[in-house]
């Protein structure tokens, strides 16, 4: 009966180790990254008790937002209030900011605090991603790749949505759109700068575009 105990109870605490694994796997897949805040501890960022996901997450009492796709990540970052000046196309189309990538937005426009979370001000020290490194972007978004915007789904030079690989387009009001996440993976560091897919021999850009 001991046995059978014990192995019961073993089972049980693998089974709750799986249950477990997927939030644990995120967590060990952005503990070496800038993601992770503990690791800008050289710009005065603490974060209590070690915990990595609360700085962009938290299970209760997340931000209230209107759109459906920022309510699914139970956000708990100060989102960015800034007035941003968006990529134009050739055709005249302009990004609207949102989506998803205000969220990105909301450490990497170089004015919200990355360390303005929580709606604790015990923990706010107004630390923002310093001027001068690549991953302050600033409001002036005119040299960027275009965000917020509708993927030009059957277009020429374009790739059927569909049939995209390795990317991610981003419902927003029923439209596919392109957005920061479309090319960068906030939780996996693996081939740098988060991407989804290697930028060696334009693989990146080959995705979408089909010339």
Same mark, same amino acid.
């Given at each position: 009966?001991?046995?059978?105990?014990?192995?019961?109870?073993?089972?049980?605490?693998?089974?709750?180790?799986?249950?477990?694994?997927?939030?644990?796997?995120?967590?060990?897949?952005?503990?070496?990254?800038?993601?992770? %805040?503990?690791?800008?501890?050289?710009?005065?960022?603490?974060?209590?008790?070690?915990?990595?996901? /609360?700085?962009?997450?938290?299970?209760?009492?997340?931000? #209230?937002?209107?759109?459906?796709? *920022?309510?699914?990540? /139970?956000?708990?970052?100060?989102?960015?209030?800034?007035?941003?000046?968006?990529?134009? !196309?050739?055709?005249?189309?302009?990004?609207? @900011?949102?989506? !998803?990538?205000? %969220?990105?937005?909301?450490?990497?426009?170089?004015?919200?605090?990355?360390?303005?979370?929580?709606?604790?001000?015990?923990?706010?020290?107004?630390?923002? *991603?310093?001027?001068?490194?690549?991953?302050?972007?600033?409001?002036?978004?005119?040299?960027?790749?275009?965000?917020?915007?509708?993927?030009?789904?059957?277009?020429?030079?374009?790739?059927?949505?569909? !049939? @995209?690989?390795?990317?991610?387009?981003? !419902?927003?009001?029923?439209?596919?759109?392109?957005?920061?996440?479309?090319?960068?993976? #906030?939780?996996?560091?693996? %081939?740098?700068?988060? %991407?989804?897919?290697?930028?060696?021999?334009?693989?990146?850009?080959?995705?979408?575009?089909?010339?």
């Amino acid at each position: 009966m001991r046995i059978m105990s014990r192995t019961i109870a073993a089972i049980f605490v693998i089974g709750i180790i799986g249950l477990a694994s997927p939030a644990f796997g995120q967590q060990v897949k952005i503990a070496n990254t800038p993601h992770n %805040l503990n690791n800008l501890d050289v710009w005065g960022v603490q974060m209590p008790q070690n915990r990595i996901c /609360l700085p962009c997450h938290v299970p209760h009492n997340a931000y #209230p937002d209107e759109d459906a796709d *920022i309510k699914m990540v /139970l956000w708990n970052h100060e989102e960015t209030d800034g007035a941003f000046d968006m990529y134009v !196309t050739l055709d005249g189309d302009q990004g609207t @900011l949102d989506g !998803t990538s205000k %969220l990105c937005l909301s450490c990497h426009d170089g004015v919200t605090a990355i360390d303005n979370y929580g709606g604790n001000d015990g923990y706010f020290n107004d630390i923002k *991603i310093p001027v001068g490194r690549p991953s302050n972007l600033g409001t002036d978004l005119t040299n960027d790749h275009p965000i917020g915007i509708a993927y030009p789904d059957g277009e020429a030079g374009y790739r059927p949505a569909g !049939t @995209l690989v390795g990317v991610k387009l981003v !419902t927003v009001s029923s439209v596919e759109r392109v957005e920061c996440t479309s090319c960068h993976d #906030p939780h996996n560091n693996g %081939l740098g700068k988060f %991407l989804r897919v290697p930028i060696s021999g334009s693989a990146l850009c080959l995705r979408c575009h089909d010339k």
